[in-house]
């Protein structure tokens, strides 16, 4: 039997990660929905020109953090080497979108058509029924244009 490959592939559903001195960002390909937040919010970090794209020790951590949380797909997480994990919003919170999206914020489980469930604080779901990405949006459906 081969050994396991130390550099597995990663999908839309496990985020790649890119690990700075003090803190580790995840990026979820298939979870973005192109916001934004994070390039206007800190493109010394965040820079979708160069490669890699995420340069988690060009800014403090906390400052890192703080941009990653407004996030509202959460296709962007981070993990401080020292330090809490994110704190979930409390109470939990579920809006509609202007698109038609359910963006929920706080102490999450979702539960993917395949079984796979995930701890989440940050989720924008599908109302439509129509993502390729279930149950996250992924703008393939018709409220997910605007």
């Given amino acids: 039997m081969p050994p396991e490959d130390p550099h597995p592939q ?4 496990d985020p790649k990660p890119y690990a700075g001195k003090h ?5 979820g390909t298939g979870r973005c929905l192109h916001a934004a937040e994070c390039v206007g919010g800190l493109p010394e970090v965040f820079d979708s020109g160069q490669r890699p794209w995420v340069q988690p020790d060009g800014a403090e951590p906390e400052r890192v953090a ?3 949380r407004r996030c509202p797909s959460g296709a962007l997480q981070y993990r401080l080497t020292e330090g809490p994990a ?12 202007s698109a038609g999206q359910l963006v929920l914020r706080g102490e999450l489980v979702v539960t993917r058509p395949d079984g796979t469930v ?4 940050r ?3 599908c109302a439509c029924g ?3 990405n279930q149950p996250y949006c992924d703008h393939s459906g018709p409220c997910g244009h605007d």
Avoid at 118 to 121: C, H, I, K, S, Y
């Fill in 86 to 97: 994110e704190e979930p919003d409390r109470p939990t919170s579920v809006v509609r979108s």
């Fill in 10 to 13: 990663h999908t839309a559903q």
């Fill in 118 to 121: 995930r701890q989440e604080t």
């Fill in 23 to 27: 803190i580790t960002v995840t990026y």
């Fill in 123 to 125: 989720v924008m779901l």
């Fill in 130 to 132: 129509m993502s390729g």
């Fill in 66 to 68: 703080e941009v990653i």
